[in-house]
């Protein structure tokens, strides 16, 4: 495989000094793109070009994504200074507005959807015309969430801001197809980043061990594998496409036949269940232990 999948490309990531954008800023720089990143959090991002081995490949540049002036300076800035643009991940994220709904204020609900969502919109209509402009096409992904995707999963307006970035990537991958710019969105499961981890790590691992059924914890390098698979040319033909990278969070649904059973006994046995037809069951053991 290409040991650079992102030569001569430029991206723009957004909340890029911490979490899952760190982790895709230095991948990106691994794999030969040129970065700009946009935060609000300049001590993070200071961190972050010390840390960044091609430090000259990477452009910070402090920015709220929901301002939309700072948003088209930041898409402004990777031609500026990178001459071109491919790649726009529109990842910047808090938790938002919480409690219970009677209890939520309209300016922390509006704060949140102004956070989460309109910085998408932003980054999207920024970008898109920076990318029409060029005539190359380009990728733009959008950091979604599994919480936009059922519920249970976040607070209620981090879920459906959420759950309307996923549309929006829908929306704007048909809209977009033309000019051979993809848009994608990517929906974590629970990531061990600064954000996710908070002050209780300890809660956080416990709830995870209850309920993913893959064994490890997710990390920001999870979601930059997949934010660099849908920015290289590799996923050429994937468009509107809203991937979840969640160590089996949501395959597990609803859990009503494992969940309240710690040891799966309904593992224990194999056979045929005719329900209520009158005819019997036939079951047997298993063989080996049940996992
Ligand atoms: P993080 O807190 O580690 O990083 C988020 C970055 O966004 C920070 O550097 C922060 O300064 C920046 N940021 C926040 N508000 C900003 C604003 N208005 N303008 C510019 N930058 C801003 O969090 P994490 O976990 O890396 O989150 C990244 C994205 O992933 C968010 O959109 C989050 O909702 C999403 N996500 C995270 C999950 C997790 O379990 N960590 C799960 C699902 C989605």
New binding site residues.
Partial sequence: MDAARLSDKVAVV??G?????RSTVLRFLAEGAKVVV????MK?ADQLVSDAAASDRLYVIR????EEAEVEALIGAATDRFDRLDIVFN????GGAFGPIIEIDVDDWDRTFA??TR?VFLGIKHGARALIEQGHGGSIIN?????GLAGGSGPQAYSAA?AAVINLTLTTADELAPHRIRVNAIC????F????VGRHPERLAEAVAALQPWPDH?S?DDIAAAALWLASDESHFVTGEAIRVDGGLMAAGTRISSGSDPYRVWQRYAGFAYGTSGKPAHKRPVTGEPK
Avoid: E, R
């Fill in positions: 957004t909340g000094a911490s979490g899952i954008g946009g935060d609000l959090n993070a920015t709220d994504v929901s990842n910047a994220g808090i956070i989460l910085s950091t979604a969430s599994v919480a959420k974590p499961g629970v990531i980043t600064p954000l996710a997710g920001g």
